[in-house]
């Protein structure tokens, strides 16, 4: 299994970026899907999930409105989108897949990817 995130990169705040990650080795289509971010010095924390159909979504509380997550199926990748960020955003940031159940939760995932680092200038 392979999850292989990009997008990541240096941005001022009040920018906008885009992180993808390609799955590939997995179900993708029955996998549900999370995004954490870890920042430095700090735990790995929840930042959005999606079901494998994309019917449901799940934002943490600190990015909801300012982050979206969505899912092609056909290309085997989830996005995130996040605007308005800001330099608390600074961190490393993971796709995750599982078959289970808590989306929020950082070990119900089976697969991660090796992050892709976002960081936010002020």
């Known amino acids: 299994v392979q999850l292989q995130a990009s997008g990541g990169g240096l941005v001022q705040a009040g920018g906008s970026l885009r992180l993808s990650c390609e799955a590939s080795?997995?179900?993708?289509?029955?996998?549900?899907m999370g995004w954490f971010r870890q920042a430095l010095g700090k735990e790995r924390e929840f930042v959005a999930a999606?079901?494998?159909?994309?019917?449901?979504?799940y934002y943490t509380d600190s990015m909801k409105g300012r982050v979206t997550i969505s899912r092609d199926n056909a290309k085997n990748t989830v996005y995130l989108q996040m605007n308005s960020l800001n330099a608390e955003d600074t961190a490393v940031y993971y796709c995750?897949?599982?078959?289970?159940?808590?989306?929020?939760?950082?070990?119900?995932?089976?697969?991660w990817g090796q992050g892709t680092l976002v960081t936010v200038s002020s």
């Open positions: 995750a897949a599982q078959y289970g159940s808590n989306v929020v939760r950082a070990s119900a995932y089976n697969y």
């Open positions: 080795g997995l179900t993708f289509t029955a996998a549900h």
């Open positions: 999606i079901s494998w159909s994309g019917g449901n979504k």
